[in-house]
């Protein structure tokens, strides 16, 4: 599916217009088949079923190949749209590389996302198929995912991992091990970038939107994160971030596959399994939410390992320009704050350790150095908020023609700006910008985006006495409180709306708040 004029842009090479995520995902496997491609985490088996998995370039491209067959088997036409919600996994990575090898749009659920995010997620986008495992922890997903699609009249088809799925669900498990494949050839199309290829969900006060990313894209965003971090061919890299957003994404998936080195897969967060798998697989690049990694490194974690390279992912970015001094010296810092599903800005840190400002304008990637290529432009909206335009911003709409009809949809200006909602300030006299405040009436908890307004009207719902507010978090950048008469029946009701169970806790109290549980998938 192509959104928008069909042709290759102005000044857009034959050869651009072909590359994909499946080809470069291709080319890895043709050039390493034999090099170890994928790794999962050492304590899969505390989270989800089956033992850790660990496959090669040419083990992993036969994998994609038989869920890509699996899924047209199924008969699913092109440019289906098919919903995954899965572990940090090696099932996940390779989900999604499969059903794009298929010719269809990957739509990635944030894990934690329950009836009331995920059933109006996927009705938006009309998805045939949903797939997703047996168990997270104690969460039964498969048969969540059945529900779902019960309630949600496009899913034709549930697909699992793992052992005893519920009737009725296609299981996947066998393709790790069936000895015939038929190889899947890519897609005879034209101007292939240009096709739409996954479908990310911002939340705003309608709820879940979806936002198209076609190709294009995605590889632009995964280029800036290289050429500013630097990243050098054959990379291991240790990622805590898995690929349900357009910033996971590009700085898991689009890395991995453009320095064809190892991903080695962590659900966060463990810190003694977080420190052996960097110390087994001699991973020199570690992807973090940025307050996980300044913790790290003030607990001495980095100062007793060799250099490393640190993408940090600010998902609420207003609390950079206030960050500590970086003061690991043999540790490269790239802060890459994040504006939900509108991109992102990447920035290694300097000799002084100080975050670079944000530039007015036009950003690039590496930010400094000959050759360097436009990432995003920022600019400023007449509400004084932050918009961001360029290569790696959306440019359509979806589905097409929503903007026509008083539906929710994702938002682009007719010059192709978006507006983040993150205040902001501008230095005129140093032309940067600097963001003060998170887009009003949303609080974002771990990467978890919630409109705070609807959820006051479900917790007055159910107890008119009840409060429910926000507030700053060392480690998730903000978090849920709430109080009320009886928080039992609040956790009851709350969870009985299919919602996130981020918000159920936020009435647990203070003592009881399950920081493994909750912090641990945030």
């Known amino acids: 599916m192509i959104l928008g004029d069909p042709t290759p842009a102005a000044g857009q090479t034959e050869g651009h217009s072909r590359i994909t995520v499946d080809a470069l995902f291709r080319g890895a496997a043709a050039r390493r088949p034999d090099a170890v491609a994928l790794v999962d985490p050492q304590n899969r088996e505390s989270f989800t079923d089956g033992a850790p998995r660990r496959l090669t370039y040419a083990e992993a491209d036969r994998v994609v190949s038989a869920i890509a067959g699996r899924l047209r088997g199924m008969g699913l036409s092109t440019d289906s749209i098919v919903g995954i919600q899965l572990p940090h996994t090696v099932e996940g990575i390779l989900t ?108 705003g006060e309608d709820g879940p939107v979806p936002v198209a990313r076609r190709h294009i894209e995605l590889l632009a965003g995964g280029l800036g994160i290289v050429l500013e971090s630097r990243l050098e061919p054959d990379a291991s890299m240790l990622s805590t971030l898995a690929p349900a957003s357009f910033a996971g994404i590009c700085l898991t998936l689009l890395p991995w596959l453009l320095t064809g080195g190892t991903l080695v897969l962590h659900q966060p967060f463990d810190a003694d399994i977080f420190a052996r798998q960097r110390q087994d697989h001699g991973c020199g690049v570690l992807l973090l939410p940025a307050q996980v990694a300044f913790r790290l490194a003030a607990a001495g974690s980095f100062a007793q390992a060799a250099p490393a390279t640190i993408l940090a992912a600010w998902r609420n970015p207003e609390r950079l320009a206030e960050s500590p001094d970086w003061e690991s010296r043999d540790t490269a810092l790239i802060d890459v704050p994040v504006f939900g ?78 507006d983040t909602g993150y205040a902001c300030q501008v230095d005129v006299a140093a032309s940067t910008i600097a963001v003060t405040a998170p887009p009003s009436g949303i609080v974002c908890v771990g990467g978890y985006r919630f409109p705070l307004g609807g959820l006051k009207e479900k917790v007055g719902r159910v107890e008119t006495d009840a409060t429910l507010g926000a507030k700053p978090d060392p480690l998730l950048g903000q978090c849920l409180i709430g109080t009320a008469p009886d928080s039992a029946a609040m956790i009851a009701a709350l969870d009985g709306f299919g919602l996130n169970p981020l918000v159920a806790r936020a009435f647990a109290g203070q003592d009881e708040t399950p920081a493994g549980e909750v912090r641990a998938v945030a």
């Open 96 to 203: 999604l590389l499969g059903v794009l090898r298929a010719g269809l749009i990957a739509a990635p659920l944030p894990l934690l996302w329950r009836r009331a995010e995920a059933a109006v997620a996927l009705a938006r986008v009309g998805a045939k198929a949903l797939i997703t495992c047996r168990r997270v922890d104690h969460f039964e997903h498969c048969q969540f995912a059945t529900r779902v699609a019960a309630e949600v009249f496009s899913i034709r088809y549930v697909c699992g991992f793992g052992p005893a799925l519920p009737d009725g669900a296609v299981a996947l498990d066998d393709l790790f091990t069936v000895e015939q494949i038929e190889p899947v050839p890519p897609l005879d199309r034209d101007n292939k970038a240009a096709h739409l290829a996954i479908i990310t969900f911002e939340v």
């Open 341 to 418: 599903e509108a991109g992102f800005v990447a920035a290694r840190r300097g000799a002084d350790g100080r975050p670079r400002p944000l530039p007015l304008g036009r950003v690039t990637a590496p930010r400094h150095g000959d050759g360097a290529v436009t990432l995003v432009e920022l600019g400023t909206t007449e509400t004084a908020t932050l918009s961001l335009r360029g290569p790696i911003v959306p440019a359509h709409v979806f589905p097409p023609g929503i903007e026509r009809i008083d539906q929710p949809h994702f938002k682009i200006a007719p010059d192709g700006s978006v």
